[in-house]
């Protein structure tokens, strides 16, 4: 079981190397350094560059150096002094930016990720266990038309017929009286009434995901002859419903945690630009739109460290539910 | 609830006229039409049949696990209880708590693989105890003893440590074992067993069967033994029912099925299992094979080890003479499968040597060959595969098929498609079904297409890895002939691999016995059958199960042990 | 007793048709039949020819040019087309009246019954035009038949310029549902070559292949494709941005179908009737393309099927966050862009369900034909 914890972290590390290099080219992509862009900025806003401010910066990030020096400036930085570099758009360091905005982030994909999974996987077991039943074929064509609606398209819709059914504004996580109150009860309140919404959009099509699979799992499973064994022990079918075909359905669903945790973090921010909730996707819009390259290429760096560390836990929760790959 | 006043004292199941359909969009599927019979304490009744006799969907309804859409349509299936109240099962809701207090407790259940039969997340001791939490609410320390004594009982080593291990760390036989635990926690009247040695060696065979005989006396139960061995039969039981498509073709005791048979059908299924145990009356009238004719096929010290680390192929040694049937027999992991690929270069073996005659003379490493040479040889030296499913492309017609390895031999047109005819008259399938894809065959149809693709090209060595195995016993006969046919009309040799001694005595001059990637004992096959002298070979010999109730022999077996060799009773 | 004389194969196909026409019909004419039981499918592969035959000649369905703009016409709501016009067959709208909303200081349209706007099948095109950019024609499918000043045909609704939304959306089919099968296309292209390497050579290669995808799966698409789209610069013109942003969108595409034709090869490099094959002293090119091949092709275009839709809907997220396509260029997510808060969803509702219910449909159609496609893949599985 160590071995095997010990092995998927080892195998995290060039994952994570990956992903760095990939935002750094992200950072690079725009044409021109962003010195150029940014001294373009400063003249057209008609202010003066000091030549001592430019010649410092190209200094901190090598900017005169072949690109594997600029990386490695860059992620040495971010390694041992957790420096992100700056936002040239907001003038400030990233790390200040984005730490607040990342925590929202992660707090509502898992919000969305324990809604999803507790609504698809009673559902994923009604629809198998009555295959071919009313019930069935409305779990599945629902599970198909929310797969064909974009996020945004479900955020947009559900504002609208907020809005126009109900007459609720539908934005933030907080209404304006708490958005800059410390943390209390009522803010707690006013945050769970803020929160569903945008969990319920993110998650709908990650919901459709998880029921197909649930369904397709279960199916297979209440084939398998082991059943067949547990009815003949004279085990009472709920029981052994739950206890045998359920439980091993379960276990390739933990793994899809792999990517519906991604799709999850996808759907988080897009929805949040058309909600404009303080996570990190409005901030990486408006940064990628701006050209605001460290930014951007610090959020992306971050979104996926968070995914990686997401698929690593899916992997370690599925080792301790299943023995066959623990004892690989 | 009442008393059956027609019944013995001993019997416990009565089946009367028992119906269990399945209804499909095509029609109804009457998988089970009208059978009846007893089951009485401490005998053992053998259902036999070949498959798609509905054998085991008549154990399944007993117990009314019949997969969906299957249903009891009618008869009665009486239990009499430990109260003597009699019960009448068919009738019982399938999902309902009566029926449920008989299965497990009264009626237990093992079945054909214990692997998949059983969970692979749960410890076997769960699952080993929850019968004894559903009947009789035994739960912690008390229930983990009496699951300990279950596993003495059916004698899994170091029962401590292995009431926590998890079906994969089993071997086939212990896990089978398992399963006979898990049916003995509540101490039934009747135990079913639907086919619970097919999956298994037959030295593991022949210790499970002893198992269960055992623990019979000792519990007093009937048992209902599903099987389509005919020689598994005639060592365990005491009556036998003779199953064909859904419908019972005779029942009666034991030596009157096998030696005064009345009915047609149980007289073929008995002939063709006696015609195998004996040398095919072809072979005995044939002149021997000269020892001193210079052999086909020289294999010398060939030896494979997977990257695993596995010696699949150890220093192996043998000759196949031209015109002669070499037999290949061992038990599953003897790496006889692997030998027979080697020698067409499917594996590469990384030592010894393949020496091969071609027919003009020169002798040929088949290991070391190059390329146009290898592919010059393997139209000298075919392979008939075992699986008449997996070996046949499902998008290539019959024809197409056949014609592969004609063409790609350089044959076309009109000689094509006469030889394509040709072969398939050869082989004993219609040329007009050469259009037909493999779905519209029957197994033993396929094999027969797979047979014409070997000898298309008119080798002189055919590797045939197991290749009636995945046939009825039935059927197992008439493709010898068919291959012993072609071998007198095209002057074939055979490497014929099997783990059934039956077909080996039928139908090989000479017989290797492979055991753990080595080759044991080599000879005539009538000297290592009738006086074999390693002790694995008598082992293997003498846990084969003989048809035959008169000559019950399993139960005196002899045991091999690598380390320290010994006889069972002995 | 005898093998010879029965033909009822117990496994394989079960179709309503007669065994011998069973017995004689190959690899796709049992796909298509176990596909035509899949009624829901068999609806979709309809529904998705017709969405792109009206992709193709749009111009011909489209009534007005869709850039057109009308400031008389800003906001315009739908005009509901009736067929019947008093008790006669005259297809008609009503013509819009338009009001000021003194208190909201809106324009507001009414529609006024009195006076209907005679509608005509197959009637002259405003303008003369190219159908796919090559005939020449002056007739459109339907249309005003004697537009005056005043009138109007918005059966859809206008945007705030006065385009005609359905005129836009039929356009905007051709790039959105051409950036799925171009995507598709490039994505094939990369998954076969790239699963195609992993499977048969195994190894070494084989290993990196499959780390470099579990780590392209691994990064959330959407960060990623926003990331890459972003870096296109606003000059490009506007058929290398879409070409780009279709790079973009099957970057992931193909991971899946490499994954598929990997699993593929390996799984039949050691099928019996592979290895039979190769004795037969096939080439191993001969084998890919005779044996493995046919096999898992139908599988390639059950996968190829089910990821056009996810490229479709990445172009829209892209374009509606308007880092993807841009105007001039007519695409569903393009179209999203008008709709993108709000307030202009609450007054004008039309900007964001016509294009919205383009992109369901089509998604849902592609999604369900796909599921089909994958059923019926393996023909040759039991079928109870």
Avoid at chain 1, 17 to 30: D, E, G, K
Avoid at chain 2, 38 to 57: D, H, M, N, P
Avoid at chain 2, 497 to 524: L, N, P
């Amino acid at each position: 079981m160590l071995r095997y914890i010990l092995k998927r972290l080892l195998f995290a590390i060039p994952t994570l190397f990956a992903v760095s290099i990939i935002a750094f080219i992200i950072i690079q992509l725009p044409p021109g350094d962003y010195l150029t862009t940014l001294m373009a900025d400063w003249a057209s806003q008609g202010g003066a560059v000091e030549a001592g401010t430019v010649a410092a910066m190209r200094e901190r990030y090598g900017l005169d150096q072949p690109l594997y020096f600029q990386y490695y400036k860059w992620i040495w930085g971010i390694l041992t002094a957790g420096d992100f570099g700056i936002s040239f758009e907001l003038g400030k360091p990233v790390t200040e930016l984005i730490w607040n905005r990342l925590g929202f982030s992660l707090l509502l994909s898992l919000l969305t990720l324990c809604f999803v999974w507790a609504i698809a996987i009673p559902i994923g077991i009604l629809s198998a266990v009555r295959q071919y039943s009313i019930s069935d074929y409305t779990a599945t064509f629902l599970a198909f038309f929310f797969l064909a609606v974009p996020d945004f398209l479900m955020a947009l819709s559900a504002m609208y017929v907020m809005s126009a059914w109900f007459g609720q504004s539908v934005g933030g996580l907080f209404s304006p009286d708490y958005v800059d109150a410390g943390w209390s009860f009522g803010k707690l309140v006013d945050f769970a009434r803020h929160v569903w919404l945008p969990v319920v959009v993110i998650g709908l099509g990650s919901l459709a995901a998880l029921v197909r699979i649930m369904r397709a799992n279960l199916l297979d499973e209440l084939s398998k002859p082991y059943v067949t064994t547990a009815r003949a022990k004279g085990m009472s079918e709920l029981e052994l419903l739950i206890r045998y075909p359920v439980r091993l359905a379960l276990n390739p669903l933990i793994s899809t945690l792999g990517w519906i945790l991604p799709a999850v973090i996808s759907g988080e921010i897009i929805v949040s630009v058309v909600m404009s909730l303080p996570t990190t996707g409005p901030l990486l819009l408006r940064a990628l739109l701006t050209q605001d390259m460290y930014l951007a290429g610090s959020l992306i760096l971050l979104i996926s460290v968070l995914t990686i560390i997401g698929t690593l836990i899916s992997d370690i929760l599925l080792a301790l539910t299943d023995p066959r790959i623990r004892f690989q | 609830m009442s008393i059956n006043p027609n019944v013995s004292q001993n019997t416990i199941l009565t089946v009367e006229d028992l119906k269990t359909y399945f209804p499909l969009r095509t029609g109804i599927f009457k998988a089970v039409d009208g059978v009846s019979f007893e089951l009485k304490r401490g005998k053992t009744l053998c259902v036999v049949g070949e498959s798609g006799s509905g054998k085991s969907v008549t154990a399944r309804s007993i117990l009314q696990i019949v997969d969906r859409p299957g249903r009891i349509e009618g008869g009665s299936i009486l239990l009499t209880r430990a109260d003597r109240s009699v019960t009448d099962l068919a009738k019982l809701d399938p999902r309902g708590k009566d029926i449920r207090s008989v299965r497990g407790k009264e009626i237990a259940m093992i079945f054909q693989e214990p692997m998949s039969s059983l969970s692979p997340v749960h410890r076997i001791g769960t699952q080993i105890g929850e019968a004894l939490r559903i009947h009789f609410g035994i739960l912690g320390n008390e229930q983990r003893e009496r699951v300990l004594e279950l596993l003495r009982q059916v004698e899994i080593p170091r029962p401590e440590t292995a009431i926590d291990r998890y079906t994969f760390e089993f071997s086939g036989g212990m896990r089978q074992r398992v399963m006979i635990a898990m049916a003995l926690a509540c101490n039934p009247q009747v135990l079913i067993a639907d086919e619970p040695t097919t999956a298994l060696d037959v030295t593991t065979q022949a210790e499970i069967l002893d198992l269960i005989k055992k623990l019979q006396q000792s519990h007093g139960m009937a048992v209902l033994f599903i099987t389509h061995d005919m020689g598994v039969v005639a060592e365990i039981a005491d009556e036998v029912l003779v199953m064909y498509r859904g419908k019972v073709m005779e029942r009666g005791p034991v030596e009157q099925i096998f030696h005064a048979p009345q009915d047609d059908y149980t007289r073929r299924l008995i002939g063709s299992v006696v015609k195998l145990e004996k040398k095919a009356e072809v072979r005995l009238t044939r002149a021997p094979i000269a020892a001193e004719a210079a052999p086909l096929l020289d294999v010398k010290n060939l030896s494979l080890t997977f990257p695993s680390g596995l010696k699949a192929v150890d220093d192996v040694s043998l000759i196949v003479r031209p015109g002669e049937t070499l037999g290949i027999v061992g038990e599953s992991g003897s790496g006889k499968t692997t030998m027979g690929r080697c020698l067409l270069r499917i594996y590469d073996a990384q030592a010894g040597a393949i020496d091969f005659r071609r027919l003009d003379g020169r002798t040929v490493d088949i290991r070391t060959a190059d390329k146009a040479e290898l592919k010059d040889i393997r139209r000298e030296v075919r392979m008939i595969f075992q699986d008449p499913v997996g070996s046949l492309s499902p998008r290539k017609n019959v024809g197409q098929i056949i014609a592969e390895p004609l063409k790609l031999a350089g044959v076309k047109g009109r000689e094509l498609e006469d030889r394509v005819s040709e072969l398939m008259l050869q082989v004993g399938l219609e040329p007009a079904w050469r259009e037909r894809y493999p779905h519209a065959f029957s197994g033993g149809q396929r094999q027969r297409i797979g047979i014409a693709r070997a000898i298309a090209v008119k080798p002189r060595l055919i590797v045939a890895d197991e290749a009636t195995s995945a046939l009825d016993v039935s059927l197992r006969s008439q493709m010898l002939d068919l291959m012993m046919k072609l071998q007198d009309e095209l002057g074939l040799s055979y490497v014929f691999i099997s783990h059934d001694m039956s077909v080996i005595r039928y139908m090989c001059d000479r017989v290797a016995v492979m055991y753990r990637g080595r080759i044991v004992e080599t000879g005539d096959t009538d000297q290592v059958v009738n006086h074999p002298r390693h002790d694995y070979t008598r082992a293997l010999l003498s846990a084969i199960p003989h048809p035959d109730p008169r000559e019950r022999r399993i139960h005196k077996r002899f045991r091999y042990d690598p380390a320290r060799t010994v006889s069972a009773n002995g | 007793m005898t093998d010879i004389t029965s033909l009822p194969p117990e496994t394989g196909p079960s179709f309503n048709l007669p065994g011998k026409d069973i017995a004689v019909a190959g690899q796709w004419r049992l796909f298509w039949l176990k596909f035509k039981k899949h009624r829901i499918a068999l609806a979709s592969l309809v529904v998705i020819v017709f969405m792109y035959l009206v992709a193709v000649f749009a111009d011909f369905i489209a009534p007005v040019d869709p850039n057109a703009t009308n400031a008389r016409f800003t906001y315009a709501p739908p005009q509901g087309l009736s067929l019947l016009l008093d008790g006669s067959f005259r297809p008609h709208v009503n013509q819009l009246k338009m009001t000021l909303n003194t208190e909201s200081m809106r324009r507001e349209f009414v529609a006024d019954p009195t006076k209907p706007v005679s509608v005509g099948f197959f009637v002259k095109a405003p303008q003369p035009y190219h159908l796919l950019g090559l005939i020449p024609m002056e007739t459109k499918l339907f249309g005003l038949t004697n537009p005056q000043v005043g009138d109007s045909l918005y059966i859809f609704g206008a945007d705030r310029l006065g385009r005609d939304i359905f005129s836009r959306v039929v356009h905007g089919a051709q790039i959105s549902l051409s950036i799925g099968l171009v995507g598709v296309f490039m994505s094939l292209i990369l998954g076969v070559t790239i699963g195609g390497v992993s499977g048969f050579f195994g190894g070494w290669a084989d290993l990196a292949i499959q780390r470099f995808i579990e780590l392209l799966r691994s990064i959330p698409t959407i960060p990623l494709w926003m990331g890459l789209a972003a870096a296109i610069p606003v000059g490009w013109p506007p058929l290398r941005t879409y070409f780009v942003i279709t790079l973009i969108v099957s970057l992931i595409g193909w991971t899946s179908l490499a994954r598929e034709v990997r699993g593929k090869f390996l799984s039949l490099r050691n099928e019996d009737f592979v290895i039979a094959a190769r004795l037969d002293g096939m080439s191993e090119i001969g084998i890919i393309f005779n044996h493995l091949v046919p096999s898992f092709m139908s599988h390639i275009i059950a996968t190829l099927t089910l990821a056009i839709p996810s490229m479709i809907l990445a172009e829209t997220a892209l374009s509606f966050l308007g880092i993807g396509l841009q105007p001039p260029i007519i695409s569903w997510g393009v179209l999203l862009q008008e709709a993108q808060n709000i307030r202009a969803v609450a007054q004008a509702p039309w900007l964001l369900f016509t294009p919205a219910a383009a992109i369901i449909i089509s998604v849902l159609s592609l999604n369900f034909l796909g599921d089909g496609l994958r059923d019926a893949a393996d023909p040759y599985e039991s079928v109870s």
